[in-house]
């Protein structure tokens, strides 16, 4: 009777410790799914990463070239100034020499 007694507590021990490791496996489970999901969320951040810097080498490209295009403008908007003062300054002499002709 006694050895029964003490099956029984080893038996409502065991029985506890079991479900204390099925509690223990479950939190584990989800710990490793937490874990696999954290390593995608840090690929992902590491893609992010690498595109932001791949952005921003492209917007510093695209500014370069905006700078390098508005002074060529620049430089165009003045020839095309002087072109008109130039045609201007044709037309007065052909009109002088017109009336010197005359």
Do not use: G, P, W
């Amino acid at each position: 009777n006694l050895q029964l007694l003490c099956d029984a507590r080893s038996l409502r021990a065991y029985r506890d410790e079991l479900d204390a490791l099925r509690e223990k496996a479950v939190r584990v489970d989800k710990l490793e799914s937490e874990v696999s999901r954290y390593k995608e969320k840090l690929h992902d951040i590491e893609f992010y990463r690498t595109r932001v810097e791949e952005l921003k080498e492209d917007n510093q490209v695209l500014l370069e070239t905006k700078s390098m295009l508005e002074d060529q403008l620049e430089s165009f908007r003045a020839r095309s100034d002087k072109h008109h003062e130039l045609e201007k300054e044709n037309l007065q002499l052909k009109n002088k020499i017109h009336d010197m002709e005359m």
